[in-house]
């Protein structure tokens, strides 16, 4: 056990640490993995949309919404995001959209049909600002277990 009446301590731990009990406080735990299943498809029809990723590995914080296919910042800090659609053919822009601001802040422009399509973006959002993983484009997508649309908290502030 430390104690200590001062109101703040440092704990340098060179080794192994064992916990008996419960720790206290982990922080701001935020994290999400959200995935297609397979044959589910995106509309088309000229008009941007999400990737419709109704599935999730972990959803720490409850931030990412399996409705809307967004991610809504429960606190405000700084967020790494990653979209990727795999698997498929694909031939057109996809990224990472700030509903919130309506901005893209990350785009992949694809001039040929690949396989892959990767985004990443790190950024600032306040609470309650929401990201979604979309085209832009009037492409038909099929949605599997490889198109993901992940992100975490790096660090509130």
């Given at each position: 056990m430390i104690y200590s009446s001062?109101?703040?301590h440092t704990l340098d731990v060179s080794g192994s640490v064992a916990v008996s009990g419960t720790l206290?406080?982990?922080?701001n735990k935020?994290?999400?993995l959200a995935y297609g299943s397979g044959g589910?498809?995106?509309p088309s029809g000229g008009a941007a949309y999400s990737m419709p990723l109704t599935n999730t590995s972990y959803n720490y914080g409850g931030g990412y919404n399996t409705t809307q296919h967004w991610f809504a910042a429960p606190i405000k800090g700084i967020y790494s995001f990653t979209g990727t659609?795999?698997?498929i053919?694909?031939?057109g822009a996809?990224?990472?959209?700030?509903v919130t601001t309506s901005a893209w802040i990350a785009v992949h422009s694809s001039v040929a049909t690949t396989d892959w399509v990767s985004v990443s973006a790190t950024i600032e959002l306040n609470a309650g600002d929401c990201i979604i993983f979309r085209?832009?484009?009037s492409l038909t997508v099929t949605s599997d277990a490889n198109t993901h649309f992940m992100g975490a908290l790096i660090t509130p502030t």
């Open positions: 001062a109101p703040a206290a406080s982990l922080g935020i994290a999400f589910t498809s995106a659609c795999g698997g053919n694909v031939a996809f990224g990472l959209f700030n085209n832009n484009n």
